[in-house]
């Protein structure tokens, strides 16, 4: 199979249809199809913190209807789902940017983008593993022993990674590099973790380049395994970036 995975979009629309553009996709029927029928992968966290999540959510969705994509949920995701369902959720963390986006659209269409993001979360697996088990598609990584398990444990390591319960000086939570110790023979393809460049270790890709804080958006295209880029025109924010705790 030829995929282009692309990595964490948080609600930049704009370079979203930059780097489809400069990976061959034309946008004359409304949705990025490629001549060669590529397919789109995406890693989780489409929405928050961007200034255009409504129409990412539009186009993902439409994409995977008509199974043109591979969605799985971010951990943004499922906070906007839980906050969609009308659970008690705080709007921190990008949330609250999304959630006015919401609240500026008419009532027919609020409805409408609701039913679409709660569809498409509530029809996309936790992970894919797609290409004869050679590939998986996860939002923050997964064990190899875990691939084919759906499990409490490995949904929170799928969607926030090898968390230790500890936060950083910056306030982050602290991961530990699962990456570092795969040794496994399928190529896991996430995000999640914001990095400057996308990130080969031992038949992992960290493909999160850091759209939404200024740095760029990122897609490996697969099999090829080679990675393409769209410089971002958010603000720099090096804060947020985690490539010394990685290295």
Known sequence: ??????????????????????????????????????????????????????????????????????????????????????????????????????????????KEVTNQFMSLYESSPLYHVLDHKRLVITHAGIREEDIGRFNKRVTVFVLYGDITGVKNEKGMPV???????????????YGHTPVHEARFKNRTVNIDTGAVFGNKLTALRYPEMETVSVSSSMTYNPEKFRDDELA
């Open 175 to 189: 991961r530990k590099d699962w990456a570092q110790h795969y040794n496994g023979k399928p190529w896991i393809v």
């Open 1 to 110: 199979m030829k995929i282009d995975i692309i990595g964490d979009i948080h609600g930049c629309h704009h370079e979203w249809v930059l780097l489809t553009k400069k990976l061959g996709y034309s946008w004359k029927t409304g949705l990025p199809v490629h001549p060669e029928g590529r397919k789109l992968g995406f890693v989780g966290d489409l929405t928050d913190r961007g200034p255009d999540s409504i129409q990412v959510i539009k186009d993902v969705y439409h994409l995977v209807n008509k199974h043109h994509a591979y969605y799985v949920p971010g951990n943004h995701c499922n906070k906007l789902y839980r906050y969609l369902k009308g659970n008690q959720v705080k709007l921190v963390h990008g949330l609250e940017t999304t959630a006015a986006e919401l609240d500026l659209l008419p009532e027919k269409e609020r």
